[in-house]
């Protein structure tokens, strides 16, 4: 699961997306919400 959590990191890191959600439909199903925010973010903005 530590893999999913660093690539849905890197997605929201490159991109203008700032919430990600991470489903798991295992035995128990679980969710889990990210946010990540960063100046850089406004520079994606204006290319």
């Known amino acids: 699961m530590n893999v999913?959590?660093?690539q849905t990191m890197n997605y929201?890191?490159?991109t203008?997306?700032?919430v990600g959600l991470l489903l798991n439909f295992g035995e128990?199903?679980?969710f889990k919400r990210?946010?990540?925010t960063n100046?850089?973010?406004i520079n994606l903005k204006n290319q």
């Open 4 to 6: 999913h959590v660093a």
């Open 12 to 14: 929201l890191k490159a």
């Open 16 to 18: 203008e997306i700032e």
């Open 28 to 30: 128990e199903p679980e």
């Open 34 to 36: 990210f946010i990540y």
């Open 39 to 41: 100046d850089r973010k």
